[in-house]
């Protein structure tokens, strides 16, 4: 039976007999892992040049031996700062947890992690750094791989997609281009050609109902970029014609804005008051809108119109909402006098 192992493994087995003074030679090991003696070779050469393993051959015994005590540690491979390197590695990939290749890699790593001394693989360094685990949505990993084998071999895809903008369910098929991870809400999208709307559309994966592959192929075309489209796209929500937005911001709020990354194509500018102006180019004025609100009255879109016009009848419609609230409340005040 074959014994295919890494070099790693090959290595703590020859130092396993070494330590049990079994003099192994290139030609026992190499038959045991059914490799050439010269891979072996190697391992030995590796041990004793690289990691200063006492190694020597005993012409008699026609083997190899450990001229003194010595500990063969797989943590040699490693520096201090890579091995927890790769401890916060495992921590950070479990938001990927359901994903077709989070299983392989959690594996890969740990294969790894497993020869690491206590001292490195405990806790140590989540005395230092704490990473916080998203509320990640729910992936059926069936669709997310074949989603996945599709976008290899160019094929169609037929989804029942439920939106969340108006709680529909539509039957479509898809050409899927790219699947996309977006870090701010922890969610994989893809990125596909709609028949049925004819353009291109962002689909969260956790909201597709159904999913059967096509035999139908596709291309995708030429003119296509998915930099481009992710540029254009803001909360992962695009549209048809790309606006220049302009939002000033409070001097209460400027600090918060200047700090992070909203958007690839943003740009700041700082005014003396404290406040700042930023600047974006995207074509999805509704997911701006929902975006800016937030901010309250510590946000104001300069430009264009349509967008403030769009603020304008949301902040109406909420003072209508509150003041019928309100109104209502104070009827069943005074009924109760």
């Known amino acids: 039976m074959r014994q295919s192992r890494p070099p790693l493994l090959r290595m703590q087995y020859i130092d396993r007999e070494l330590r049990n003074t079994c003099y192994p030679n290139c030609s026992k090991v190499a038959c045991f892992f059914e490799v050439s003696s010269k891979s072996i070779q190697?391992?030995?050469?590796?041990?004793?040049d690289v990691l200063n393993a006492p190694i020597d051959y005993d012409k008699k015994k026609k083997g190899y031996f450990y001229k003194q005590h010595w500990s063969f540690l797989a943590s040699s491979f490693l520096n201090r700062e890579e091995a927890a390197a790769l401890i916060a590695t495992k921590k950070v990939l479990s938001q990927y947890q359901g994903t077709p290749y989070y299983n392989e890699i959690s594996s890969a790593l740990d294969k790894v992690l497993q020869y690491l001394p206590t001292s490195n693989s405990e806790n140590g360094i989540f005395d230092i750094y704490s990473f916080e685990q998203?509320?990640?949505?729910?992936i059926n990993t069936k669709n997310f791989a074949q989603l996945e084998e599709a976008i290899r071999t160019s094929r169609k895809v037929a989804i029942t997609y439920h939106a969340s903008s108006n709680q529909a369910e539509t039957e479509r098929t898809v050409h899927p281009y790219r699947l996309h991870f977006d870090q701010s809400t922890s969610t994989w999208y893809l990125i596909a050609y709609c028949e049925l709307r004819q353009g291109i559309r962002t689909f969260a994966v956790n909201r597709i109902i159904t999913l059967a592959p096509d035999a139908s192929e596709f291309s995708i075309p030429e003119s296509?970029?998915?930099?481009?489209?992710?540029?254009?796209?803001?909360?992962?929500?695009?549209?048809v014609e790309e606006h220049t937005i302009v939002?000033?911001?409070?001097?209460?709020?400027s600090q918060w804005i200047k700090?992070?990354?909203?958007?690839?194509?943003?740009q700041i500018e700082e005014h003396e008051d404290g406040s700042v102006t930023l600047n974006l180019n995207v074509?999805?004025?509704d997911a701006v809108k929902?975006?800016?609100m937030r901010y309250g009255k510590e946000a104001e879109v300069l430009e264009p119109e349509e967008l403030r016009e769009l603020i304008r009848k949301e902040?109406?419609?909420m003072g209508e909402m509150y003041a019928m609230t309100e109104l209502i409340n104070r009827n069943k005040f005074e009924g109760n006098e």
Do not use: N
Not at 226 to 234: G, K, N, R
Not at 259 to 266: A, F, I, L, V
């Open 283 to 285: 074509a999805a004025l």
């Open 259 to 266: 700090e992070h990354r909203w958007h690839p194509t943003q």
């Open 290 to 292: 929902r975006w800016v």
């Open 42 to 48: 190697r391992d030995i050469e590796y041990m004793r």
């Open 315 to 317: 902040v109406k419609g």
């Open 134 to 138: 998203p509320a990640s949505s729910q």
């Open 247 to 253: 939002i000033r911001f409070t001097p209460y709020q």
């Open 224 to 239: 296509f970029s998915i930099e481009h489209y992710l540029e254009q796209t803001f909360d992962q929500c695009s549209g």
